[in-house]
């Protein structure tokens, strides 16, 4: 199932897509007589997104259909929630070749940061480059949902834990961070350092997530991209090693990484597309 937030009814509302459109799941509500949360965060936290997924996988996917919607061009999307409460990245994931992915050492640990969620931003809204930084970078990521609170679980458990995945924008002032390497959480956390995207791939959907490709877009043109399978560090090994860190709680977002950067200058675009039918993400930069 592919969810997605959209502006409804003069509010940001959990939808389900559908062939050309959304349907939110306030008119499924009404017509099913079902009390499903209308909110992203909440339906995600309330621990019943599997319900509607089995809901949608055994029949409600034609009754959305018959319900009709939203058109695509007429949906104004917004980001998949506002506030989570754990944003976490890891970056220098991929791998530039077999080789390379299989001559890392067993005993290697993902290098990890924390953003903010006043980072946060939306579709189509602005990342204002900070006047403090000359060189901003931009990534596209696949982004790792949370569904499930979790804490000290294996890779086999890890995926279970797991709600979806979506498209996500990391941004960095690369030459701050260049100082000094302890300076990479404030590089990270200027206000519209990270794009979010509005739609959400549920992982019976995904399937089997090493196939997901992701790509980054500059201007319109394809930059660079890569599949999760030349991940150094893919999505259930992610969840297990940070749950052994912290309690993972539904609705916490991890970043994993990028194929590779752009540089932003005053009014490019930069784009993520995640492979299996998710909307792409993008958004404009102007100067702060």
């Not at 909440?42 to 621990?47: K, T, Y």
């Not at 989570?84 to 067993?106: H, S, V």
């Not at 709600?163 to 996500?168: I, T």
Request: overall charge negative.
């Amino acid at each position: 199932m592919r969810l997605a937030t959209i502006v409804f009814e003069g509010k940001e509302q959990a939808a389900v897509a559908a062939s050309g459109g959304y349907v939110p799941v306030a008119a499924i509500n009404r017509a099913q007589g079902t009390d499903w949360s209308t909110d992203m965060f909440a339906l995600i936290a309330s621990g019943r997104l599997d319900e509607l997924t089995g809901w949608y996988n055994g029949g409600g996917n034609r009754i959305a259909e018959q319900l009709g919607g939203v058109p695509e061009a007429d949906a104004k999307a917004a980001p998949l929630y506002r506030h989570p409460r754990k944003i976490w990245g890891i970056g220098m994931n991929y791998a530039k070749d077999p080789a390379e992915l299989a001559a890392m050492p067993e005993d290697s640990e993902p290098v990890g940061f924390m953003k903010p969620d006043t980072a946060l931003i939306g579709p189509g809204d602005d990342i204002v480059l900070p006047p403090q930084s000359k060189q901003v970078t931009a990534e596209a990521e696949l982004a790792i949902v949370i569904g499930k609170a979790c804490r000290n679980v294996g890779e086999d458990e890890a995926l279970g834990c797991i709600a979806g995945y979506a498209a996500s924008i990391d941004v960095t002032a690369a030459d701050i961070h260049a100082k000094n390497q302890r300076f990479l959480t404030r590089a990270k956390s200027f206000d519209t350092f990270f794009s979010f995207g509005s739609e959400l791939l549920t992982t019976d959907e995904a399937g089997d997530a090493s196939e997901i490709r992701v790509e980054t877009w500059h201007n319109g043109e394809l930059s660079c991209a890569d599949t999760v399978s030349n991940m150094r560090y893919r999505p259930a090994y992610i969840v297990a090693f940070h749950s052994r860190v912290m309690t993972l709680l539904p609705g916490d977002v991890i970043l994993t990484g990028t194929p590779g950067a752009v540089v932003l200058r005053d009014g490019d675009t930069v784009g993520c597309r995640i492979g299996g039918g998710l909307r792409m993400l993008a958004n404009p930069a102007v100067k702060g």
